[in-house]
């Protein structure tokens, strides 16, 4: 079965930057388009960026020319820079991937477990 594990998250002061991992493994035929979201306490889900397997990415409003998003198709990996945090970015960070298992089956979906990253002086 298909695996997302995340890194990177952590404390970090308002203004400073963070950057986010998130490495795929198992079968797989390919991974099509990856992306982040992240939840804070008492919110919904909410989509941070997401690139394609092209590279063509998108990005929340909120985060627009702070984060960038940027794939490593050979290492299986997709990255989230952040820059200039501020603390309404604190959340918990989810990497996303759309995959096909086999040449032939139809394209899924799988999620990592999350990682924690905290805004504060």
């Known amino acids: 079965q298909v695996q997302l594990v995340e890194s990177g998250g952590g404390l970090v002061q308002p203004g400073k930057s963070l950057i986010l991992s998130c490495t795929t493994s198992g079968t797989f035929f390919s991974i099509y388009d990856q992306g982040w979201y992240r939840q804070a306490p008492g919110k919904q889900r909410e989509l941070v960026a997401t690139i394609t397997s092209g590279g063509t990415t998108n990005y929340a409003e909120s985060v627009k020319g702070r984060f960038t998003i940027s794939r490593d198709n050979a290492k299986n990996t997709v990255y989230l820079e952040m820059n200039s945090l501020k603390p309404e970015d604190t959340a918990v960070y989810y990497c996303?991937?759309?995959?096909?298992?086999?040449?032939?089956?139809?394209?899924?979906?799988?999620w990592g477990q999350g990682t924690q990253v905290t805004v504060s002086s």
């Open positions: 996303n991937a759309r995959y096909k298992k086999f040449w032939n089956t139809a394209i899924t979906n799988a």
